[in-house]
């Protein structure tokens, strides 16, 4: 079993949708990152969150450190939204080694 | 500020050769991480560097090694290389306590 599961592994919606990305981790986490990865490679950094709420335009990040889950959501979604959605874990005191999931393909149909 | 720059982009090499790639990060940051990203594995944590030492290392073969010098610039290298290792390759910089921030990457093509 994977330390960070994420789903659904695809995600197809229509522009200005909500849409909920989940992410599930079996480990003691230092912060709980979420990524967005365009075609191509790049990688931004959208959330670092180790409780609560983020909240960053149209990109909300919540996090259960009992439960172990967090979710991602975006409100009414667009087209250039489409980009896979990466959990990251950082654990053992470090921020700075990633346990990725696998990630979440989004595509947002107009 | 510039952002984190890796070179070269793409890289094209044969089995049994080395290649090193570099990775300049942002202005002020000092610790600089290494990831593997492959179509079948995903992405995977290599190295982390901080003031010239490594403080962590994931689960890969003594063929990866990196190294940082003391303008916090980053280099990974990979020796006798395998079809395997045929990768995008990115590094992050991070300043105390912050997110990462992520390199364009390395394509790396092993033939």
């Known amino acids: 079993k994977n330390e960070v599961e994420q789903s659904p592994q695809n995600l197809t919606a229509q522009e200005g949708e909500f849409i909920t990305i989940n992410c599930s981790y079996s480990?003691?986490?230092?912060?709980l990152h979420w990524l967005q990865q365009h075609p191509g490679g790049g990688i931004v950094s959208l959330f670092m969150?180790?409780?609560g709420k983020k909240k960053h335009g149209r990109l909300i990040a919540t996090i259960n450190i009992q439960e172990k889950h967090s979710s991602l959501h975006i409100t009414a979604s667009h087209p250039r939204d489409s980009a896979v959605y990466i959990c990251?874990?950082?654990?053992?005191?470090?921020?700075?080694?990633?346990?990725f999931g696998k990630g979440t393909l989004l595509t947002v149909n107009p | 500020k510039a952002g984190v720059t890796q070179t070269p982009r793409y890289l094209i090499k044969t089995r049994g050769q080395q290649v090193t790639l570099s990775c300049s990060p942002i202005?002020?940051?000092?610790?600089v991480s290494w990831y593997q990203q492959t179509p079948g594995q995903g992405l995977q944590f290599l190295f982390e560097?901080?003031?010239?030492?490594?403080?962590n290392k994931g689960n890969f073969p003594g063929r990866f090694s990196g190294r940082q010098f003391s303008n916090s610039r980053s280099e990974m290298n990979v020796s006798t290389l395998e079809l395997g290792d045929s990768a995008l390759y990115l590094c992050?910089?991070?300043?105390?306590?912050?997110?990462?921030?992520f390199g364009p990457g390395t394509r790396l093509t092993v033939t």
């Open positions: 992050a910089s991070t300043s105390r306590g912050s997110e990462q921030y």
């Open positions: 480990v003691g986490i230092s912060a």
């Open positions: 969150l180790s409780s």
């Open positions: 990251a874990v950082s654990s053992g005191g470090s921020n700075y080694k990633l346990t």
């Open positions: 202005s002020g940051h000092r610790s």
């Open positions: 560097y901080f003031s010239e030492t490594q403080r």
